[in-house]
């Protein structure tokens, strides 16, 4: 099976928000929203021995996302080949159900529309063969997107000889997307 996602260095993201941005000009996002917002953590230590990072937040594409079994619409669902979950816009009614079920924060609501959105991991520009946005413009080289399941993929490799962690595991969501601990 394919699962795509994102692995995510925290030692390399510089806090330059060049994924925020990126994304949010790409994907047109209205004011306020965002998909990939970048949270600096930190300071922490004691001068002169401090340090802060970067934590960016994105859609962890779950494969037992809380927001898909919440849907009355069936709008949102786990992708079977790319293992990316989706809105599919023209069934949303517009609840907001699945922004409250996300432990990550990842949706939010369109006001013009009366939809729920999310990251997808940009699927207009992987049929053209591109990378996200979000990877493309990543100044630090801290995000790198691919199949997690595919020994191959510089992804893989990544979370398997790095440690990498997922973020709030222990609800049992099984987020896909991952990070190299700071």
């Given at each position: 099976m394919t699962r795509l996602a994102l692995v995510i260095d925290l030692n390399k993201c510089i806090l330059c928000h060049a994924c925020t941005v990126s994304c949010k000009i790409h994907h047109d996002l209205p004011l306020g929203q965002f998909w990939n917002e970048v949270f600096t953590v930190g300071p922490s230590g004691e001068f002169p021995h401090t340090s802060l990072y970067g934590f960016p937040k994105a859609c962890m594409q779950c494969d037992k996302p809380a927001c898909v079994s919440v849907c009355p619409a069936r709008a949102t669902e786990k992708d079977k080949e790319t293992g990316v979950v989706k809105i599919y816009e023209d069934k949303c009614v517009?609840?907001?159900?699945?922004?409250?079920?996300?432990?990550?924060?990842?949706?939010?609501?369109?006001?013009?529309?009366?939809?729920?959105?999310?990251?997808?991991?940009?699927?207009?520009?992987?049929?053209q063969g591109?990378?996200?946005?979000?990877?493309?413009?990543?100044?630090?080289?801290?995000?790198?997107?691919?199949?997690?399941?595919?020994?191959?993929?510089?992804a893989y490799k990544i979370v398997h000889e790095k440690h990498a962690v997922r973020y709030l595991e222990h609800l049992g969501t099984e987020p896909c997307t991952s990070y190299v601990p700071a």
């Amino acid at each position: 099976m394919t699962r795509l996602a994102l692995v995510i260095d925290l030692n390399k993201c510089i806090l330059c928000h060049a994924c925020t941005v990126s994304c949010k000009i790409h994907h047109d996002l209205p004011l306020g929203q965002f998909w990939n917002e970048v949270f600096t953590v930190g300071p922490s230590g004691e001068f002169p021995h401090t340090s802060l990072y970067g934590f960016p937040k994105a859609c962890m594409q779950c494969d037992k996302p809380a927001c898909v079994s919440v849907c009355p619409a069936r709008a949102t669902e786990k992708d079977k080949e790319t293992g990316v979950v989706k809105i599919y816009e023209d069934k949303c009614v517009g609840c907001r159900s699945c922004i409250v079920a996300c432990p990550y924060g990842a949706r939010a609501f369109d006001e013009t529309k009366g939809t729920t959105f999310k990251c997808e991991l940009c699927p207009e520009r992987r049929e053209q063969g591109k990378q996200p946005i979000c990877v493309e413009t990543c100044v630090g080289g801290a995000r790198v997107f691919g199949d997690i399941d595919d020994p191959n993929s510089e992804a893989y490799k990544i979370v398997h000889e790095k440690h990498a962690v997922r973020y709030l595991e222990h609800l049992g969501t099984e987020p896909c997307t991952s990070y190299v601990p700071a």
